[in-house]
């Protein structure tokens, strides 16, 4: 593997950030399944393990919205039914069993794609000092890769985990269907390239352990 960058990883200073694993996002029938999700619960467990056993902080990032319509602003123009399916009062927008919160742990709730967008995020980390984050979750081009993005233009030191995170498929949008793998492919070489360090769970570990 190429990288560009390998940072190195101050137990004191890093915390691993759970992108939308959430039932509405993990579960096959729900409204925005993504099927690849199930690839990676089980290395996500494996890094909330390593990381409460170090006690480094496991945040969990959930996309959810009142359900009246007051706090959509665009996302309701690009889903239209967002405000049924993200709803704070469905059971679908917790995170899934698999990968329940424990005590000790922190959820941050977000409204649109990126976790640092109108959040208290940023103001968490920098209160516990944290300079790197370990990204994983779904989906790796949306609210992972946003999250991404959003976090090294406020100077964090951030780490994509290739295969700790889910991408979708895409229809036809003028340009040809694009397969899942294909959207994974391209989105972690651009992180790679651009704004991260994209590692595997095993190397993580390895580093860590």
Not at 166 to 192: C, H, K, T
Request: aromatic share 6%.
């Amino acid at each position: 593997m190429t990288k560009k960058v390998t940072w190195d990883i101050n137990p004191q200073r890093t915390a691993l950030i759970i992108v939308d694993m959430q039932k509405v996002f993990c579960e096959k029938g729900q409204a925005l399944y993504v099927p690849d999700t199930a690839q990676i619960i089980g290395h996500i467990q494996s890094l909330t393990a390593l990381m409460r056993s170090k006690n480094m902080p496991v945040i969990y990032l959930r996309h959810v919205v009142r359900g009246d319509g007051s706090d959509t602003g665009r996302m309701k123009d690009l889903y239209p039914n967002v405000d049924e399916i993200l709803a704070r009062t469905d059971p679908a927008v917790e995170i899934i069993d698999e990968l329940s919160p424990q005590v000790g742990d922190i959820i941050v709730d977000k409204l649109f794609y990126s976790g640092f967008h109108n959040t208290d995020l940023d103001a968490i980390l920098r209160m516990k000092d944290i300079d790197t984050l370990i990204v994983c979750g779904t989906v790796t081009n949306v609210c992972c890769e946003t999250t991404i993005r959003d976090g090294v233009h406020r100077e964090y030191k951030m780490i994509a985990v290739s295969d700790a995170n889910a991408a979708m498929a895409y229809p036809d949008m003028g340009f040809g269907a694009v397969s899942a793998a294909e959207v994974q492919r391209i989105s972690l070489s651009a992180m790679a390239y651009e704004f991260a360090e994209v590692t595997t769970t095993e190397n993580l570990i390895q580093r860590m352990a």
